[in-house]
């Protein structure tokens, strides 16, 4: 019989891992933009993602949805255990949205929106990495409810998380930018690019370090076999995709960059999973523990295999639809 909690698991996965990675680099584009104080130059780099960067954050509306049909528990425990981070960070997306639309028009006040979209962009990105690091950490479930603090989710780590989190977003942001654009600006981009791979291999050392130490679970996983194998690329992998970054900037290649920074999204997804897996509270919840009834998780099933198809045609038709570079001094895609 099929597993259903592991389809779902499976699907809410692919929907965060969507999400982290398309509105990443938008994210990106705003924590970049005060290295870049000419209208022109942002001008450009938000209309690299106007048409597209409202559809990215469906993956995200997907994900919750996921969770209240097939993990409940979930939904309500950890949702509760982060409740004050969730709030700020959807005030910080709405900011950034309104931010998006009306700079645009503003002519006066164009600088006050701007303010709002860094301030937006840098925001959501911490506290997505704050989220983050407070779910590695652990959450307490008693009685399947949440039975901690109110700032449990405050520690060094999560801060620490949320930092490597907002310089993830500004790699991927900086490598659609490479992508996206052309002269100056690219040239711009192609020098800033190296030093955030070698930030992010920094961050991803120490997050390596902290997270085992942090979580003798998570510690435990690693370094027992065979999980100690699995792992063992890992390193490699984010090193050589920082040499890979830095090479390919330096040979101006346009696509490389971008390409890379998603491969180390991806490695360091991968390795998350891998750790938790198949906790889906850690530390001690796993996904069938945390599952709703079958026929609940069939039914929703039927909405999920019809609306995920959709979802990635209109994605794949926007992206290819406003493919192409746009420049300084133009109005956008035509």
Same mark, same amino acid.
């Given at each position: ?48 993602? #106007? ?28 949702? !509760? ?7 700020? /960070? ?35 990105? /911490? ?30 780590? !999560? ?59 998570? #510690?435990?996983?690693?370094? !027992? ?49 891998? !750790? ?39 994605? #794949? ?18």
């Amino acid at each position: 019989m099929l597993d259903l909690s592991l389809v779902w698991a499976g699907i809410i996965a692919f929907g965060v891992l969507m999400y982290v990675v398309m509105d990443g680099f938008d994210l990106g584009i705003g924590i970049l933009f005060p290295f870049f104080p000419q209208q022109p130059e942002r001008d450009v780099m938000m209309n690299t993602v #106007a048409p597209v960067w409202d559809g990215n954050e469906t993956w995200m509306v997907l994900g919750g949805a996921g969770l209240f049909a097939a993990f409940p528990l979930v939904y309500s425990a950890v949702l !509760s255990a982060l409740y004050l981070p969730i709030i700020l /960070m959807v005030v910080a997306l709405i900011f950034r949205g309104v931010a998006f639309e009306i700079r645009f028009k503003a002519n006066r006040t164009k600088h006050l929106w701007d303010m709002a979209f860094i301030g937006g962009s840098i925001a959501t990105a /911490m506290l997505q990495g704050i989220i983050l690091g407070a779910y590695i950490q652990g959450i307490t479930i008693v009685d399947q409810r949440f039975a901690g603090g109110a700032f449990d989710w405050l520690s060094p780590f !999560s801060v620490f998380t949320g930092i490597g989190v907002l310089v993830a977003y500004a790699a991927l942001g900086c490598g659609w930018l490479i992508l996206k654009t052309s002269h100056d600006l690219q040239q711009e981009m192609y020098r800033l690019m190296p030093k955030l791979g070698l930030a992010l291999l920094v961050i991803f050392g120490i997050v390596s370090l902290w997270t085992p130490l942090n979580n003798p679970t998570i #510690a435990e996983r690693w370094f !027992s076999m065979p999980q100690f194998f699995y792992f063992l690329p890992v390193p490699i992998l984010v090193l050589w995709c920082t040499y890979a970054i830095w090479r390919a900037c330096q040979k101006q290649q346009q696509a490389r960059p971008f390409i890379y920074a998603l491969l180390m999204f991806f490695i360091a997804f991968s390795g998350f999973i891998i !750790s938790l897996w198949p906790m889906i509270i850690p530390p001690h919840i796993t996904i069938w523990d945390a599952a709703a009834p079958r026929s609940s998780q069939a039914f929703t099933l039927v909405g999920a295999a019809i609306l995920i198809p959709i979802i990635l045609a209109y994605t #794949a038709l926007s992206y290819w639809v406003f493919r192409g570079k746009i420049h300084v001094g133009s109005e956008g895609y035509h």
